[in-house]
């Protein structure tokens, strides 16, 4: 890769991803940017440039996915679940006390996740 394409993705990157922690953080983008950089530091042959190029374009990727991870508790196995906005009806309230869906309160910014993991 050469210089000017190394920093024209370093220019467009930084602002997206300050961008993507603003207005569309998910936590799964940061666990990938953690995982990303052990991986990195424990490995001296992909401590360049080019890691860190793909470290930042999987945290944007991973920032827009519709799924995230939600630190709620719930009995039973991992499990995916779909995500309700807006103000719960009775039937809603039942399936969410069944752990059926997860409420994700009234306020919706426009990138707020659909589905989420809990464990």
């Known amino acids: 890769m050469s210089r000017s394409t190394k920093s ?3 220019v467009l990157g930084i ?54 991870v939600s630190f709620t508790t719930r009995a039973g196995l991992p499990k995916v679940l779909p995500v309700c906005y807006g103000k719960p009806g009775h039937e809603l309230l039942d399936r969410a006390r069944r752990g059926e869906v997860v409420l994700g309160g009234c306020m919706v910014r426009g990138y707020d996740p659909l589905w989420v993991i809990v464990w």
């Open 15 to 68: 602002p997206l991803a300050l961008c993507a922690v603003l207005f569309a953080f998910r936590w799964l983008g940061v666990f990938f940017v953690i995982a990303s950089l052990v991986v990195i530091i424990c490995r001296e042959n992909l401590r360049c440039e080019e890691a860190l190029l793909l470290t930042l374009a999987g945290f944007l990727f991973c920032s827009l996915l519709p799924v995230d």
């Open 8 to 10: 024209l993705c370093w």
